[in-house]
């Protein structure tokens, strides 16, 4: 019996009320574990903000946040600029009020192997996933330390941050930054009672980007399963919870023992080439 | 404006009753942090195994939790003889049930220089920390997989296992031995449904254990003289309270982090993170020597 699967998405964990009077604000939440945050945020009793470059990346997870009777609001711009991200803040807060939990959440992007990446892809890549932490969080920051009422911050890192990520080194790259973001944060702010953390999940289901197919995923984890999305929006109402108050700077990895197994992988080591083209010629090609 | 002041004692966090029917061991429950931890799964409903040593020191628990309407049994078990743990899960479990969660809490700690650590004292501090740990996960798997059923282990752990423990490094030494332990078993025992993660609490004084104070020149009689010294170094600009620590050892063990295995959770207010901005540096023997000729005077 590899590890049980957890409580189905439609069990809440904190109070419906624990978020009452706070605006969450989730960037890039077009994928499963984006959707399943913004629900469990809505039906812990906060109000949603989703951010994202186009207003159809936010469709599913506001349609999320609707189906637990949740409050929403799609605010669109670059995030990758900061000039953008301040005009959105201030949409936000001028309809709904000061945002005090933020979800820097990234989608994956598909992995490639270094030789096949261009200087543009990896730019595309490292300078998309940090700068949209760095620009949200510092206007989070600015704005929560100049009125005082603190506020919680969420990352997205990875559990590969002391291995590397063979086959996604850009993407690897940048969360290895976030993480290291993250604990930088967590010391200049905690004066202030803004807490940083930072979750780094595993394989999750339905937040795959490929070429490798889910289904091929499953078999690599120790844990028998991917993380399906919705473990990790508990996670993430837990870090933003005040029941977490004294969590900040902390990393929590989501990953059913993954990055501990390779001293145990029985299989033969395939270059990452080798097993890149093999996924890209089958069905499951980039998205 | 330091980080926010958590929710009051008794305030829950996970639905009501989430570990009922739960047998939850807690190594070292009667006293500090260890029952402070305990009451928590206790409030949710669990069945509590309280074990240590003495019994006199697992009655405190057990009459804690007991005191709140929980349930609460107590058994003598030395972590450091894997004869006795076996032992004392038998008598747990004869009263409770099959333990499905388990805390490895027991610890002994206390400040010296390492020049002048004794290689008893080294031993002993492993013994407990390192060995303890090792013979309770292990009796606590043999059963689990016996009986085909998963379960839940969570190491109490320190943040500087990542660091090494300046002195104190007998404990440090032990507790990282606990994080290698920690990723081991969790790839181990995934198949079999057993999760195991370590939690590291930065500073949480503890009143009732302070007779017992790690800190040099610590005693019962300078508790409010140790915080104040410990606070004013914390980014976070408080100190934990107890009832965080077992706010996180609930979730951790529930079934909401049934994907979380092999992970080492840090709960400090950013204490770890702030080495490289920092006080004047002041040698560990100096330290440890002043603090003891302070305590001697006053």
Known sequence: ?287 | MPLSDPPPLGARMLPENSYRDVVVMVTGGGTGLGKAIALEFARLGAKVAVVSRKPENWQLGVDAIRAIGGIAEGGSMDVRDAASVKAGFDEVEAKLGPVSVLINNAAGNFEVPADRMSPNAFKTVTDIVLNGTFYCTREFGLRRIALKQGGAVLNIGAPYWATGGPGTSHSAAAKAGVVNLTWSLAVEWAPDNIRINTLAPGYFPERDRSSHSVEAGGSADNVDEQIARRLITIPAGRVGSARELGWLSTFLCSPYANYITGQIVVLDGTNWLRRWHTMPFEPIRESYDRRLAEAKKA
């Not at chain 1, 799609?74 to 936000?92: H, M, N, P, R, W």
């Not at chain 1, 890549?125 to 506020?151: S, W």
């Open chain 1, 1 to 287: 019996m590899p590890l049980a699967p957890s409580y189905p998405a439609a069990a809440s964990m904190l109070a419906a009320d624990t978020f009452n009077g706070h605006v969450a604000l989730i960037t890039e939440p077009g994928d499963s574990v984006g959707c399943a945050i913004a629900a469990e945020l809505a039906r812990s009793g906060a109000v949603v903000v989703l951010a994202d470059r186009d207003a159809a990346a936010c469709q599913a997870a506001a349609a999320a946040v609707e189906a637990v009777g949740g409050k929403t609001k799609v605010v669109t711009g670059d995030l990758t600029d900061a000039v953008a991200v301040k005009a959105i803040f201030d949409e936000a807060e001028g309809a709904l009020g000061a945002v005090t939990i933020l979800v820097n959440h990234i989608c994956a992007r598909p992995d490639l192997p270094v030789e096949l990446m261009a200087l543009d892809r990896w730019r595309a890549v490292t300078h998309g996933m940090l700068d949209t932490v760095f620009n949200c969080t510092r206007e989070l920051g600015a704005r929560r330390i100049a009125d005082g009422k603190g506020g919680s911050v969420v990352n997205f890192g990875t559990p590969n941050i002391d291995t590397g990520g063979a086959g996604r080194a850009d993407m690897t790259a940048a969360q290895s930054a976030v993480m290291n973001l993250t604990k930088s944060l967590a010391v200049e702010w905690a004066p202030y009672n803004i807490r940083v953390n930072c979750i780094a999940p595993g394989f999750v289901a339905g937040a795959e980007a490929g070429p490798v197919a889910e289904s091929d995923l499953a078999v690599t984890v120790p844990a028998g399963r991917l993380c399906e999305p919705h473990e990790v929006a508990w996670v993430a109402a837990y870090m933003c919870s005040p029941f977490a108050a004294y969590l900040s700077g902390a990393i929590m990895s989501i990953d059913g023992a993954s990055w501990e197994r390779p001293g145990r992988s029985p299989n033969a080591f395939q270059p990452i080439r080798t097993r890149y083209d093999a996924a890209a010629a089958s069905n499951h090609g980039p998205k």
